[in-house]
């Protein structure tokens, strides 16, 4: 879905740009221009971030032990 109409940023966008170490908007912004417009998608983007930053990634729930 689009985030972002104004720069057509969508939410795997978002959800992309957390999984590579985005946690703030002001950084989403300067990275995809979501946001850096009329503003409108800043809470969505925001809760986008929030709920993608506190998830394991997918596959990576195994605990790795040291040898």
Request: net charge negative; charged share 15%.
């Amino acid at each position: 879905m689009y985030v972002c109409v104004c720069n057509g940023i969508t939410d795997r966008t978002v959800r992309e740009a957390a999984a590579s170490g985005v946690r703030c908007l002001g950084e989403l912004t300067m990275r995809t221009g979501c946001a850096g417009t009329c503003g409108a998608c800043a809470e969505v983007a925001e809760q986008i971030l929030a709920e993608t930053c506190c998830q394991p990634a997918a596959g990576n729930d195994a605990v790795i032990q040291a040898a």
